[in-house]
């Protein structure tokens, strides 16, 4: 079936500095992918919406310039977490939809950021 | 503001039992309710989907109920097996959005031997 991944599944980070989230359709083109987060024991939250070739749209609340969201092919969004700080530690969770007519939607795995 | 409102937190259930879990939604633009089954430090898996225009939908052990006019729906897992073990959330989301779901809080199943 189809896969979404995610890469890295983990990473650590000092405050301060910069991490990139991928997230990759493996056998389908998404002309949207969707970024969520996720604390412990908690729900997701959706933070943007990433359409391939535009901009991407933010929920309200969440800081453009803190979270960069960059979709430039079919296959691949990334997320950008800028000066992390210790706050931004959480799980962040990619989905993407299929194209095609079934238009299923696809989560990744995951990714666990942790900044000291 | 949860747009889907989840309950219970948690659940306890033995092995055989039958676990219920139940959704409410206020927003009648959503017209596609999914369950979702999240293991720790995996990302969510789709279990079961309804639309409104059915009021149940059965795919093995599990059953998703609708009531529309009450706008709240339920997940059932018959015959509850230590696997089930997991957090499972309802979702929402609308035609002209599609993918970008409301999700409940969620709900932690524990089946016992």
């Known amino acids: 079936g189809a896969v979404v991944s995610q890469h890295p599944s983990r990473v650590i980070c000092k405050s301060g500095t910069s991490v990139k989230i991928e997230c990759r359709s493996l056998?389908?083109?998404?002309?949207?992918m969707f970024w969520y987060r996720q604390f412990p024991k908690q729900s997701l939250m959706l933070m943007a919406t990433?359409?391939?070739?535009?901009?991407?749209?933010?929920e309200q609340g969440v800081e453009k310039d803190k979270f960069l969201i960059n979709h430039a092919s079919l296959t691949l969004s990334t997320l950008t977490v800028t000066s992390a700080h210790p706050e931004d530690s959480s799980f962040y969770i990619c989905?993407?939809?299929?194209?095609?007519?079934?238009?299923?939607?696809?989560f990744g795995e995951g990714s666990r950021l942790t900044v000291l | 503001q949860q747009q889907v409102k989840q309950s219970p937190q948690s659940l306890i259930v033995q092995k055989g039992g039958i676990s219920i879990i139940n959704c409410a939604y206020e927003?009648?633009?959503?017209?596609?309710f999914p369950w979702y089954q999240q293991f720790p430090g995996k990302g969510p898996a789709l279990l079961i989907a309804i639309r409104p225009d059915v009021s149940e939908k059965k795919e093995g052990r599990f059953t998703i109920s609708f009531n529309k006019s009450a706008k709240q729906f339920s997940l059932h897992i018959m015959d509850s097996q230590p696997g089930d073990s997991a957090t499972y959330f309802c979702a929402a989301s609308m035609a002209d959005s599609w993918g970008k779901f409301q999700f409940g809080a969620g709900t932690q199943v524990v089946v016992t031997p």
């Open positions: 927003n009648t633009a959503f017209d596609y």
């Open positions: 990433s359409n391939e070739g535009s901009k991407a749209t933010y």
């Open positions: 056998d389908f083109q998404a002309t949207t």
């Open positions: 989905s993407a939809r299929d194209r095609s007519n079934t238009g299923e939607l696809f």
